[in-house]
Each structure stands twice: as C-alpha cells, then as structure tokens.
C-alpha cells in the first residue's frame, strides 16, 4: 500500500506546477483525497481537498482562485494544479487519504513533494 505525490519543483513567481498523487496497492475511489503542505517551522496545513463521491472541492483561502484539485479514479490518481505561484506557496506538498473532506483523520499519507517558489 503506497501513496506517492510528486511534482514538485523550483519555479519563478507567476509559474505554474502540477502535482500528482499516485496510489498502488489499493483503490482511491473509496477516499476523499487532501492536498496539504508544510513550510519550515510551520504547521502543516490543508491546501484543498475533494470527495470521494460528488467530486465537490475545498480550498484554502490562500489557493482559492490559484490551485484546482481533481482525481482520475481510472488512473488512481489526483492532481493540483497549481498557478499564479507565490513565494508564500513554497513548501513541501502532501497527499492523503480522508473519509471526507470534513473529516481531520488522514488515512494514508503520501511522502511530500518539495515545491520552491522563487526568483
């Protein structure tokens, strides 16, 4: 059982990045998926999230407008896609696995991916 993100990278303000979260060894149909990240000296935090059942998503105030989640049940895989990018959006990037969006428990994490934003 395994969740991977990956996607990260250096990028200038203004770029954009798309990160995947890729699942092997069980079924991401039966999940609602979170993104979330962690600066330095910083709590981690949720980005975005979406259902597992209507696709309905979440975002934090910071993203909205900037980050769009989705997930591709037939690939087991959920994407953000993130644009207008801002130093303050530098961190490392998680994925997980929650019951709903509503819910504070992650089931499986993902190991992070490092996002730099940066001139």
């Known amino acids: 059982v395994q969740l991977q993100a990956s996607g990260g990278g250096l990028v200038q303000p203004g770029g954009s990045l798309r990160l995947s979260c890729a699942a092997s060894?069980?079924?991401?149909?039966?999940?609602?998926i979170g993104w979330f990240r962690q600066a330095p000296g910083v709590e981690r935090e949720v980005v975005s999230c979406?259902?597992?059942?209507?696709?309905?998503?979440f975002y934090a105030d910071s993203v909205k407008g900037r980050f769009t989640i989705s997930r591709d049940n037939a690939e087991n895989a959920a994407y953000l896609q993130m644009n207008s990018l801002k130093p303050e959006d530098t961190a490392v990037y998680y994925c997980?696995?929650?019951?709903?969006?509503?819910?504070?428990?992650?089931?499986?994490w993902g190991q992070g991916t490092q996002v730099t934003v940066s001139s």
């Open positions: 997980g696995t929650k019951a709903s969006c509503y819910s504070d428990y992650v089931g499986y």
């Open positions: 060894g069980f079924t991401l149909d039966y999940y609602a």
């Open positions: 979406i259902s597992r059942s209507d696709g309905s998503t």
